[in-house]
């Protein structure tokens, strides 16, 4: 392949996807020549415009809905009947039920197939479903075509890709969005879309990001998208003179964030239609809820806005004149999101939880408490002790802090487009920096809320061929493969679970490390699974390193890795004697190897299907 004239950056987000691009030839330094690429979308039958953003919807019309030309796209679509885009959106609002939305949040989803037709999940039987993967494929799919569109003498498989994930992301998901990339037809790298925000920042400044931080400055990255609430922290140090942006903490993953918002509105407003008589079916709270979104983003991004009309279709014959007709005012949608999802609470406080029915509808886990400032502060607090053995901070953690005082606060997602939410969180976070007698934490300005991750994007794939700046950090949590002791069987008494360290915390991308001393027996053409951990809160496990206890908040439980070894020349169920080796890829995935003593090499791949029977 030829050297890439472009570095692409696409933000894969769950309302909104993005492409931009830094012209490699005309860059140097952090001086880049970069841009944004209109995607060309269907926004009504036969209307085909450009737009910076690609809302993340696909449209899955009955077939004899529309005719095959009013389907046409720049490029070829021959044999393509859903929709991608705006008009996928719009279309959507009025016939939900064949409306596939939120595919990211469901593709990290541990509980489903994600490779199975389940979308949208709640069709009745004649609608043609669509699995997450596929979903994810068709989007990247679309950006890809639109870039050959307008840049015919540069392919889009032949430049230098960045894709988006979150930083909550684990092993599977992140493999799953590098294979829906495989499937549309290129090989990407993937970044935490909070890393993304601030190389946007970075790069946005012109050089001058140099002169609004300092060494010792801990930057907070909040990220509340369409479905994730995201949260990194961000150490400034010094080397060789020079600034040197380190990664050192992430949240866990958060499924909240616009599309909780949306629902939420839709009960407010169907509460009000309630008190006046009319009652809505689920058909009509799924049309009611596209309502909100609509009403919310123009509510919360214009200022001048002070109304916003929705209308919900009736079930009956007469769809014009039956329809319900209302709307949400600007300081309704203030109020109610921010009381209900940044509540001004104190440090202490920590996300609700209850107790679960035993049985739940099919859906996406979201988080059971829709308070972003409390799973805030939990956050932080967890992250104490984050900076203590940085280099360059020795010394500078207060032990009677309670939690992790950031200086610096970089706000990413559509959400604080309305100043008044970022200002909410910057007034919380200040609280409580207060009480424990610290400095405010500043606000980091000029961020491009809508294509900040994508620019972001790009510039990493640029910075990674030796121009720009880095962030380091390696991999955001240490992984944990789960041993089960040996010894005699107890009634009633399962023996106790250790937990292996299989990767560090921060080991660096493209580096592969062995497991010191371990070997394990594989079986031979069968799968073999194993219990999987993550941790970002211990940073001084060391690889082989095994744990006889540990707290609930320092390990969480992930998905099984499972493996099937061929069976080569040798018997089904035999056992082979290998090592584990873990390879952190330059693409961002994590993988782990088994080796035999003869050097044989299996793959141990991270099990992306649904959960086993029974869990």
Known sequence: MSDPRYAIGIDLGTTHSAISYVDLQASDG?????????????????????????????????????????????????????????????????????????????????????????????????????????????????????????????????????????????????????????????????????????????QGSGGRWRK???????????DVGGGTSDFSLIAILERDGKLEPHRVAVGDHILLGGDNMDLALAHFVARKLAANGTQLDAWQMRSLTYGCRGAKEHLLADPEATTWPIVVPSRGSKLIGGSIRTELTREEVTAFITDGFFPRVEAAARPATRARAGLTQLGLPYAQDAAITRHLAAFLARQAGATSELEGFSGRVNPEHSFLHPSAVLFNGGVFKSSILAQRVMDTINDWLYMEGAEPARMLEGADLDLAVARGAAYYSYARRGGGVRIRGGTARSYY????????????????????????????????????????????????????????????????EMLESWGPEELQELNEIQATLPAEGRVTGDVVQVTLHALATDTGTLELAAVSRSGERWKVEFDVRAAPEGQ
């Open 481 to 544: 493969v789960g041993v089960e002791s040996s010894m005699p069987a107890i009634p009633g008494m399962e023996p106790p679970l250790q937990a292996l360290c299989v990767a560090p915390f921060g080991m660096e991308e493209g580096s592969e490390l062995e497991l010191p001393g371990q070997e394990f027996g594989l079986v031979v053409g069968e799968p073999v699974h194993f219990r999987f951990f993550g941790s970002t809160t211990r940073r001084q496990d060391r690889i082989g």
């Open 212 to 222: 609004q931080v300092q060494p010792g400055d801990i930057i907070l990255v909040v």
């Open 30 to 202: 952090e001086k880049t020549a970069d841009g944004v690429l209109p995607v060309p979308q269907l926004t009504a039958p036969g209307t085909v415009e450009a737009l910076p953003l690609l809302p993340s919807f696909l449209y899955l019309p009955h077939p004899d809905e529309l005719p095959q030309a009013e389907l046409a796209l720049p490029w070829s679509t021959e044999g393509e009947t859903a929709i991608a885009g705006e008009m996928a959106r719009s279309r959507g609002a009025t016939t939900p039920i064949r409306l596939v939305s939120s595919a990211k949040s469901w593709l990290c989803h541990p509980g489903v197939d994600r490779r199975a037709a389940i979308l949208p999940h709640d069709a009745p039987e004649e609608v043609t479903r669509v699995s997450p993967l596929e979903a994810s494929t068709r989007y990247l799919s679309h950006l890809r075509q639109a870039w050959n569109a307008a840049h015919p003498d540069a392919p889009f498989e032949q430049q230098s890709v960045t894709v988006t994930i979150p930083a909550s992301f684990d092993p599977a998901a992140r493999e799953l969005t590098a294979e829906a990339a495989r499937h549309a037809g290129f090989a990407p790298t993937l970044l935490e879309e909070p890393q993304a925000a601030l190389y946007s920042w970075i």
